[in-house]
């Protein structure tokens, strides 16, 4: 199934609901009926009918309602391709009466009907493209179908041609309760619409509303229209300026905050252990120079004790009794010899 199915791929996105309050608009429409039978077409092509139309039939399917969404194009099929489900056999060929061979052979509609991925939700394909639609579809076999998908499907919508372009749709707006026009901003015209209007109107169908599509409107301005934006309630995945988009935000970024400051205390640990390092090996280094000039000075010391004793010595052997001072000259060679070797 192809990313088209945005209510089925995306369920939380502000485009799911708005298909939502879609659904729920038409639910309301006509509550006593045991089956609603919506046909959804356009003014022109390229308006968005098929995308609609499919995604109108998820949200039904979603909600726990039977469903079937029948491929009425026959001259422009595309359900078959967003669903990605084999053509044939399909609508042409139940009303035609001819096999996907080419064969005369009669078919059961509900043969035709095929699952699709989203549960609940069935598809009747177009099947082989018909040379003449409209006359297929003034059949009584249509009349058939219907009185016959309305008895075991709670809701059945009808994916039509355009209706101005063919006949197609204003055939089958008679044959349904409602039918929703689509129409593309900057693309649909007015007075297009107008006329799509009246013709359905003229053969007794009844218009129970008209889908904008193709609206420009960004992300942001839609959140602040949208009730779920301003609450805690988890409804939006948008991929950007949402609520979500900013609490992963603030927990990536406290996150990468936490590393930061981890990694800074990392370094300024080995900061420090290196600088602890470098002071234990300066003390290492500077040990042997105390050390020696410790010993310097205790030879210093023990020099200075040396020449006491030899002065002392020197006076007790004079002949003189008296006290004797040391020569001034000889006192000065000792300490000059003493500072020379410090």
Not at 88 to 108: A, C, F, H, T, W
Not at 113 to 122: H, I, R
Request: charge should be positive.
């Amino acid at each position: 199934m192809k990313k088209e199915i945005i209510t089925q791929s995306d369920p939380k996105s502000p485009i799911s609901e708005v298909f939502r309050a879609l659904r729920t608009n038409i639910q309301f429409m006509n509550r006593s009926a045991d089956c609603q039978t919506i046909l959804i077409t356009s003014t022109v092509q390229a308006e968005g009918k098929s995308w609609i139309s499919a995604n109108l039939a998820t949200t039904f399917a979603q909600s726990g309602s039977k469903t079937l969404i029948i491929d009425a194009d026959m001259r422009k099929p595309r359900q078959h391709k967003i669903f990605q489900i084999n053509n044939v056999p399909g609508l042409s060929n139940y009303l035609s009466e001819i096999n996907e061979m080419g064969r005369r052979q009669k078919i059961d509609g509900m043969d035709c009907v095929k699952p699709t991925e989203v549960e609940n939700l069935y598809l009747l394909p177009a099947g082989n493209i018909p040379p003449n639609p409209s006359e297929l579809l003034m059949s009584d076999k249509i009349v058939e179908l219907i009185d016959e998908v309305t008895k075991n499907f709670d809701v059945v919508l009808f994916d039509g041609a355009p209706c101005l372009l063919v006949t197609d749709s204003t055939i089958i707006s008679r044959l349904v309760e409602s039918t929703i026009l689509v129409t593309s901003y900057k693309y649909t015209k007015i007075d297009d619409l107008k006329e799509a209007k009246k013709r359905i109107k003229r053969v007794g169908g009844n218009i129970a509303g008209v889908v904008l599509n193709r609206v420009e409107i960004s992300n942001k301005k839609y959140e602040e229209k949208y009730y779920y934006a301003s609450s805690n309630t988890p409804a939006l995945k948008v991929e950007k300026n949402t609520k979500r988009a900013s609490k992963n935000y603030e927990k990536y970024r406290s996150k990468a905050d936490e590393e930061i400051e981890s990694s800074i205390d990392l370094k300024a640990e080995k900061l420090s252990e290196k600088v602890n390092k470098v002071k234990t090996e300066t003390k290492v280094e500077r040990k042997p120079e105390a050390k020696q000039e410790e010993n310097v000075n205790k030879y210093i010391n023990d020099r200075i004790e040396d020449t006491q004793r030899q002065i002392e010595d020197e006076i007790r052997n004079t002949k003189f009794k008296s006290k004797v001072e040391v020569p001034s000259d000889k006192a000065k060679e000792i300490l000059e010899s003493i500072k020379k070797y410090k």
